[in-house]
Protein backbone atom coordinates (compact mmCIF):
# COMPACT_ATOMS: atom_id res chain seq x y z
CA UNK A 1 0.00 0.00 0.00
CA UNK A 2 1.01 3.54 -0.99
CA UNK A 3 0.50 6.59 0.83
CA UNK A 4 0.72 10.14 -0.37
CA UNK A 5 1.23 12.96 1.93
CA UNK A 6 1.88 16.88 1.02
CA UNK A 7 1.69 18.97 4.06
CA UNK A 8 3.88 21.35 6.67
CA UNK A 9 4.59 23.61 8.97
CA UNK A 10 4.34 27.09 8.98
CA UNK A 11 4.08 30.31 10.34
CA UNK A 12 0.79 32.97 10.44
CA UNK A 13 0.27 36.32 11.54
CA UNK A 14 -2.17 36.73 14.03
CA UNK A 15 -2.28 39.97 15.14
CA UNK A 16 -0.09 43.36 14.34
CA UNK A 17 1.13 45.16 17.47
CA UNK A 18 2.88 47.39 15.90
CA UNK A 19 3.50 49.04 12.78
CA UNK A 20 6.63 49.75 11.18
CA UNK A 21 8.97 48.71 14.60
CA UNK A 22 11.97 47.81 12.19
CA UNK A 23 13.44 46.83 9.21
CA UNK A 24 14.04 43.23 7.60
CA UNK A 25 17.23 41.25 7.80
CA UNK A 26 16.56 39.93 4.49
CA UNK A 27 15.25 42.95 1.94
CA UNK A 28 15.27 45.83 4.01
CA UNK A 29 12.38 47.17 4.08
CA UNK A 30 9.92 48.06 6.67
CA UNK A 31 8.87 45.13 9.10
CA UNK A 32 5.86 44.84 11.57
CA UNK A 33 5.80 43.62 15.52
CA UNK A 34 3.44 40.39 15.58
CA UNK A 35 1.97 37.23 17.01
CA UNK A 36 1.95 34.57 15.24
CA UNK A 37 0.58 31.26 15.30
CA UNK A 38 2.27 28.22 14.19
CA UNK A 39 0.09 26.34 11.42
CA UNK A 40 0.00 22.42 10.55
CA UNK A 41 -1.15 22.40 6.88
CA UNK A 42 -2.08 19.09 5.23
CA UNK A 43 -2.31 19.12 1.90
CA UNK A 44 -2.89 22.87 1.69
CA UNK A 45 -5.07 23.15 4.10
CA UNK A 46 -4.70 24.42 7.65
CA UNK A 47 -5.61 21.34 9.86
CA UNK A 48 -3.74 22.78 13.52
CA UNK A 49 -2.72 26.00 14.81
CA UNK A 50 -1.21 26.95 18.03
CA UNK A 51 0.88 30.69 19.49
CA UNK A 52 3.87 31.18 18.94
CA UNK A 53 6.17 32.07 21.81
CA UNK A 54 6.98 35.55 21.87
CA UNK A 55 6.08 38.78 19.54
CA UNK A 56 8.59 38.62 16.12
CA UNK A 57 9.06 41.13 13.43
CA UNK A 58 7.39 40.26 10.48
CA UNK A 59 8.23 41.39 6.50
CA UNK A 60 5.34 42.20 4.60
CA UNK A 61 7.68 42.39 1.13
CA UNK A 62 9.57 38.65 1.57
CA UNK A 63 6.88 37.24 4.24
CA UNK A 64 9.90 36.21 6.82
CA UNK A 65 9.66 35.96 10.82
CA UNK A 66 12.66 37.16 12.66
CA UNK A 67 12.99 37.84 16.40
CA UNK A 68 13.11 41.22 17.20
CA UNK A 69 17.27 40.84 18.26
CA UNK A 70 17.89 40.69 14.56
CA UNK A 71 16.73 43.60 13.44
CA UNK A 72 18.80 46.78 12.90
CA UNK A 73 18.50 49.59 15.06
CA UNK A 74 16.47 52.48 13.72
CA UNK A 75 18.42 55.84 13.93
CA UNK A 76 16.60 59.19 13.28
CA UNK A 77 18.31 62.11 13.05
CA UNK A 78 17.49 65.99 14.24
CA UNK A 79 17.57 68.93 11.85
CA UNK A 80 20.09 71.36 13.21
CA UNK A 81 18.36 73.73 12.08
CA UNK A 82 14.34 73.51 13.28
CA UNK A 83 15.13 70.90 15.47
CA UNK A 84 12.62 68.49 14.09
CA UNK A 85 12.95 64.69 13.92
CA UNK A 86 13.75 63.52 10.02
CA UNK A 87 14.13 60.39 8.71
CA UNK A 88 17.86 58.92 8.02
CA UNK A 89 17.55 58.64 3.94
CA UNK A 90 16.74 62.14 3.25
CA UNK A 91 19.55 64.65 2.07
CA UNK A 92 16.91 67.73 2.92
CA UNK A 93 15.01 68.49 5.54
CA UNK A 94 11.03 68.45 4.56
CA UNK A 95 10.28 70.90 7.21
CA UNK A 96 12.57 73.99 7.06
CA UNK A 97 14.20 72.59 3.51
CA UNK A 98 18.00 73.08 4.36
CA UNK A 99 20.56 70.73 3.92
CA UNK A 100 21.39 68.12 6.37
Same mark, same amino acid.
Given at each position: ??????????????????????????????? !?????????? =? /? $??????? #?G? !??V??????? =? /? $??????? #????????????????????????????
Amino acid at each position: MFFFFAGGLGQQVRQVLKSNAGKCIRCGSEA !DLVDYDKVLK =L /F $FVPVWRW #PGK !DPVLHCRDCD =L /F $FPQSLSP #PIFLSRCRFCDRVVEPEFRFCPFCGSSL
